[in-house]
């Protein structure tokens, strides 16, 4: 069974047991985190889709650790203009491993 869910404005589809790395949460780490922005739900040959939400869904995780990613450089430049700027930007997460996907 697999579920489409919403977090921090971006959608993540993940199975029961799976680990997805999403926008940074404000829980700390080992706490429960619960999803109800459910978009849809796969499972085999029976899937529900919301409009806009399945009613009465939920993913269930737990938050197992926060951090940021690895930095990339952001270079800008204008050739033959003496325009050059360097800039630096580590994004923020959050891993969350899957526990349950509840259905209606």
Do not use: C, W
């Not at 940074?24 to 085999?44: C, H, M, N, S, Y």
């Not at 009465?56 to 050059?84: D, F, W």
């Amino acid at each position: 069974m697999k579920a489409i869910f919403e977090s921090g404005g971006k959608q993540y589809t993940a199975g029961e047991g799976d680990i997805v790395y999403i926008e940074k949460r404000p829980e700390e780490a080992g706490q429960t985190v619960t999803f109800t922005t459910v978009l849809a739900i796969l499972d085999g040959d029976k899937s529900a889709f919301g409009a806009p939400t399945v009613v009465g869904a939920s993913v269930t995780g737990t938050l197992v650790k926060s951090g940021r990613q690895k930095k990339i450089i952001v270079y800008k430049m204008h050739p033959k203009k003496n325009y050059r700027r360097k800039q630096g930007h580590r994004q923020a997460y959050s891993k969350v491993q899957i526990n349950t996907i509840a259905t209606a």
